[in-house]
């Protein structure tokens, strides 16, 4: 009977842990955007980027606030992926549910 040769058996290494390389925010998230996509609130407020939404977010009502959202959709969370062009901020603040954590989602993407 022949001997038979032990296949080499070849160890899996773990591929190497890459580095999140966080990148700053994109400055086009940033700037106004034009009349016609404005963002106008329910107290006579016409916002026109994520800066003054958060002005807005921070110094509003809940009853102003509850308006926009609601059970039925987030108009801050559609006008942002639609207008503004952050679906990845738009996701962060549809499933928030109070004033202050959507005030405070909207301050952490600015501050990227």
Known sequence: MAKRRKKAIRHRTRPKARKKVIRP???????????EFSLWIINGTIVKSL???????KSMNEEAFRYHVSRNGNEFASWIREVIGDSSLARQVKHARTRERCAKIVAV???Q
């Open 25 to 35: 925010y994109p400055r086009k998230f940033l700037r106004n955007v034009s009349p």
């Open 109 to 111: 993407r600015i501050k």
């Open 51 to 57: 800066r003054e939404l958060l002005k807005e977010l």
